[in-house]
């Protein structure tokens, strides 16, 4: 299993912004200091308040609106199941850092969470990658 862990700066509405992507969260590890979004049945983001998440961590927690620590990408079907998250982000008060790149065998694009964490969504053609010799 994979757990990322992200500060936030309101529950509330990093719950609602992910709920209107499709995701849901657990209720066994949501309360007010924290939400369980389940990703996956192998991949959760536990969503942080940035006092609860100050007390994992000695290091000063980063302005991700500003600054990058971690780039998330996750696998799609296909590209339209990539622009169709990034749509509903972007309808859900998300951004976009950059256009969709395509590589012919490989297309993604991402977006910005209320917090300014970016996700990126990839869908890879595995039968149009390029031999190597």
Known sequence: MIFI????????????????????????FTDEKAACLVISDTIFAMLLTEPFFQTFTTKKIIDAK???EV????SANSKQEV????????AAGGSTP?????YG???????????????EYAYMDMSAIPQHQ
Not at 6 to 17: C, I, N, T
């Open 71 to 74: 780039l998330t990408c996750l």
């Open 105 to 119: 065998f490989m297309y993604s694009h991402g977006f910005e969470d209320l917090d300014g964490h970016i996700w």
């Open 5 to 28: 862990n992200l500060a936030v700066k309101d529950l509330k509405k990093s719950m609602d912004f992910f709920a209107a992507l499709g995701y849901s969260f657990n209720p066994q």
């Open 83 to 90: 622009d169709d998250v990034v749509a509903k982000a972007i």
């Open 98 to 102: 950059r256009e969709p790149q395509d």
């Open 66 to 68: 500003s600054q990058v």
